[in-house]
């Protein structure tokens, strides 16, 4: 997806993937910067881990406490710092800039494939992991009227009520299954990954019948048990892959500093994870 994109932007960069352990996540950070890496990406768990080395938060990182994209950025002497794209020599000064492009992402892939706003609406939420908890807040922060958390461990969905409680206090939120209908049911648990996984959400509390529309956050594979039955029970349906476009499409926006060729990637995308 993303050296697709790049390509298309006509940068003769490239997008590389490195499995890095946590613990050595601090020396991988100080290496890309005096590499003069462009900018990376983070995926669990260095998202959290990420926060306290990188110099500089963007409000979107310190908003929900991780960081998904850095952007790496120099100066020369006293000038304000700039983008690495925007020299031609390594500049002599390199500082790192975190930022979180996730939240946006799960909102507007919901908004663009499901039609859901989020003012006003009634959602549950299933799993409270990283990607459940950014999900709460950023939904609890759009000002939905009703905010179901349902999570295995049930102390981590108390943990995000708590905190969405304290931030937005306008939102309903409750622990456990609506007994009324839903405009979204959005899971956010790794159930559906493999194909023996059970259903995300207790049946005997819960039916899709009540709700309008499902979202899985998991991609592959492309039609989880979720939104099998969904789609059975007459739910408009959506899988993660728009969420991991547009993650992705915005971290390039940082790093290239205009627009990302969104059809270019998605076409990647799709080509790329189902072969
Ligand atoms: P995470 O922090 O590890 O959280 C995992 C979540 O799944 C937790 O709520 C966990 O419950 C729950 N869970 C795991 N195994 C379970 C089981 N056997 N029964 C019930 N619940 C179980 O992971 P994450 O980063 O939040 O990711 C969550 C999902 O979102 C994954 O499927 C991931 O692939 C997907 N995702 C998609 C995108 C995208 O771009 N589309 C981006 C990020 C994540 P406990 O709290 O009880 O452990």
Not at 230 to 235: D, E, I, L, Q, S
Not at 248 to 263: C, I, K, M, S, V
């Amino acid at each position: 997806m993303q050296n697709a994109g790049l390509a298309a932007l006509g940068l003769n960069w490239r997008y590389l993937a490195f499995d890095v352990r946590p613990e050595e996540l601090r020396v991988a950070l100080a290496g890309a910067k005096v590499m003069n890496f462009i900018g990376l990406n983070l995926t669990v768990p260095h998202k959290v881990l990420a926060v306290p080395l990188v110099d500089v938060l963007d409000e979107s990182a310190r908003t929900w406490g991780a960081v998904n994209t850095i952007r790496f950025e120099g100066r020369e002497g006293d000038e304000g710092w700039r983008p690495l794209r925007e020299f031609d020599a390594p500049p002599r000064q390199i500082r790192s800039h975190g930022f979180n492009t996730d939240a946006e992402a799960i909102t507007q892939a919901v908004r663009e494939e499901l039609g859901v706003q989020f003012a006003g609406a009634r959602i549950l939420l299933l799993g409270a992991g990283g990607a459940g908890r950014t999900a709460a807040l950023k939904i609890a922060s759009l000002r939905s009227a009703e905010l179901y958390l349902v999570n295995r461990t049930p102390s981590k969905a108390e943990s995000v009520a708590a905190e969405i409680r304290e931030r937005f206090s306008t939102v309903r939120v409750a622990l456990g299954y609506p007994t009324s209908e839903v405009d979204l049911v959005l899971n956010a648990t790794s159930l559906g990954l493999r194909a023996e996984d059970a259903l995300p959400f207790d049946e005997r509390q819960f039916s899709l019948g009540q709700a309008a529309a499902a979202y899985d956050m998991i991609y592959r594979p492309a039609e989880t048990p979720l939104l099998q039955k969904a789609k059975a029970a007459g739910c408009r349906t959506a899988n993660g892959l728009g969420m991991l476009l547009h993650q992705g499409a915005r971290a390039l926006e940082l790093w290239a500093g205009g627009p990302a060729p969104l059809d270019v990637m998605r076409e990647a995308l799709e080509k790329n994870v189902y072969v």
